[in-house]
Nanobody
Framework: QVRLVESGGGLVQAGGSLRLSCVGS????????MGWFRQAPGKDREFVAG????????AYADSVKGRFTISRDNAKNTVYLQMNSLEPEDTAVYYC?????????????????WGQGTQVTVSS
């Protein structure tokens, strides 16, 4: 019922930066909790960052805290993930997620909608 489209992934050297974008359909986007998960080959899906409907509450995984920044622009139905100081360990498919109830935490099953993902590859 809700379509999420990620963009901005690509190949970058260690220490570089990328900005991921997620554009959501629907007029109710402005009240959704949003987040980012990632999954590397052979590894479990991992929470990266979350943001509540207003942007006033944010959560980060310890592994990305201080390097990644999540933000949203409700007027554009868009959530961003600014990724700085990228490391090879950040290589993964990154998924945008949404919850109509404004959940923004670490439980993947609590998010009702998922994008198809965008590949981020960080070389040594």
């Amino acid at each position: 019922q809700v379509r999420l489209v990620e963009s901005g992934g690509g190949l970058v050297q260690a220490g570089g930066s990328l900005r991921l974008s997620c554009v959501g359909s629907g007029r109710a986007f402005s009240v959704y909790g949003m987040g980012w998960f990632r999954q590397a080959p052979g590894k479990d899906r991992e929470f990266v960052a979350g943001i509540n409907w207003s942007g006033g509450r944010i959560a980060y995984a310890d592994s990305v805290k201080g390097r990644f920044t999540i933000s949203r622009d409700n007027a554009k139905n868009t959530v961003y993930l600014q990724m700085n100081s990228l490391e090879p360990e950040d290589t993964a498919v990154y998924y945008c997620v949404a919850d109509p109830g404004s959940y923004y935490g670490t439980d993947p099953s609590s998010f009702d909608y998922w994008g198809q993902g965008t590949q981020v590859t960080v070389s040594s």
